[in-house]
């Protein structure tokens, strides 16, 4: 079924193409925003089946669950982050959980807002009419070859890349994403508009850039080195005038520093030791790693295709940039070297700084598609009229599919936001009856903490009973006093305190969760530490 659906999601955008030429522009615009809704809903429904522990009950995935709560509770906010700050994620997650679907729900919620964001920045990239005959078919292609991407992917074991499918979480960095995808759109525009209309486009690059940069460092090596880089590039190569190539870099540079350095007024919340991050000791691993990571993924069929898609898109993109430095096509030239050179630098900065996350390498996953937006508009031009006729009419056999699938998809992503996790809505209930306080380590304790009313009855706590305050409220821990454990996979064995153990205690079993409790003593906790 995985596999069949993985073929619904095609490329509708000679449909499209032949709307925006004929129709009114509305009609195209409404057009590729139902397209865009039905790829986003076979996305999410496919990730609901195959990546509901990621999706739903992770511990950095749920994040943003807590800091909602605890706001909407009026806890005191005393949070210990990682160097993301999740500032823009964790508003709109937090404003969507007023509507009151509940945790999974919201998370559902937020997963399809995220794809549809997704489109809504490429279609800023694909440009207006001036620009772009097709600009919806060309949006509408490059978020077709995501969805792909993200159908491709799947499974529990997470083993080989799984890029495309972090888009749908709160936490794994869609902000960023988006905010670098509409970096490039806002410098295509400028481009394509000329000398005498920069200002507007300068204004919305540092505000851009400053929010990004403020809330994830990451920006700087995802978007601002290789925009600065493509642009100077460009314009020693006389594809882009000097004077907008300097502008634009300057300004996505001025808002990721003045961004970057008002981070200092969150230091007392970022309490992660650059030195996880900064590995220069792990230089050679750090490809060991990704080298790892994609023989895994070319294993199986579905990798293999997943990396031939992503190989075939870069060589289009390569093959636009050439076509658009020919045609003295700045806007489009820029657009197509970023696609291909911001992956490459992104992962050569990955490299050097040591780091051992797969996470660091989205930008193969969301930039290369850049490189086809205007690829419908050249396809189908190049084609005679019965070649168009014929394109035409398989497109709109793959949207028909499109929509029937999204149809199928739609009561699937609802079972999967409305069903409860049977051993999670165990240990819920009963922590919640219990009426106390208890602990559990980070891996086990994060999806009951983010799933109880109450977020600061569950501490998170070393396996020697210390707080381990990272990616929590630390005012949680104010007048504590733990009287059972939560144990489950991926933990430590515990190093009990004095005249505590786990035969003192009650077993209480749910599923794959076990409950020891204490009753009415109280577990001594130690020094916290991030």
Known sequence: MQFATRLRVGSDFATVQDSDRRAHPLVAEFLGIALAVARTLCAV????????????????????????????????????????????????????SLIGLGVKGTLTLNAILNFFALYAALRVVSGTRAMNRSPVAGALCAFGVFCALTLLEGGSTGNGFQLASLMATTTYYSST?????????????????????????????????????????????????????????????????????????????LGSLLGYFGRGLFSGTIVADSRNYVRLDNVSGSPQLYGGLLQQTTTTLAGALWCLVLALVLVVAFQQFRRAVRTKDSSLAFVSLIAVEAPIVATAGAVLLGTIAQRYLQPWVFLPILGVVA???????????????????????????????????????????????????????????????????????????????????????????????????????????VSFIIEGDRMQPWVFPTGFDRGSGRRIGCGRYTIIDFGDASIPLGTPHS
């Open 375 to 481: 690829v419908p508009a050249h396809f189908v031009r190049a084609l005679g009229g019965i070649g168009r006729r014929v394109v035409v009419t398989f497109a709109l056999g793959i949207v028909a599919v499109t929509v029937l699938a999204s149809v199928v998809a739609t009561p699937r992503i609802v079972t999967a936001a409305t069903t409860t996790d049977a051993d999670l809505g165990c240990l819920v209930t009963w922590v919640e009856n219990s009426g106390r306080t208890g602990a559990g380590q980070f891996w086990v304790v994060r999806a009951p903490k983010a799933y109880i009313a109450d977020p600061s009855r569950l501490i998170q706590v070393d396996s020697q009973f210390n707080p381990y305050t990272w990616l929590t409220n630390r005012a949680d821990l104010e007048g504590a006093k």
């Open 177 to 253: 994403i988006i905010t670098a995808i509409l970096t490039v759109g806002v410098v295509r525009r400028g481009l394509a508009t000329g000398d005498s209309r920069l200002w507007p486009h300068l204004s919305v690059l540092i505000v851009l850039s400053g929010v990004s940069a403020l809330t994830n460092p990451l920006y700087l090596g995802w978007m601002t080195v290789p925009a600065a880089g493509a642009l100077a590039l460009l314009a020693i190569t006389g594809t882009v005038r000097p004077r907008p190539a300097l502008t634009f870099g300057a300004a996505i540079a």
């Open 45 to 96: 429904s496919h990730l609901a089946q195959t990546q509901a522990w990621m999706l739903y009950a992770d511990g950095d995935s749920v994040l943003n669950v807590l800091t909602s709560k605890s706001v909407i509770l009026g806890q005191r906010q005393d949070w210990a982050m990682s160097p993301v700050l999740f500032l823009p994620e964790g508003a709109v997650y937090g404003a969507l």
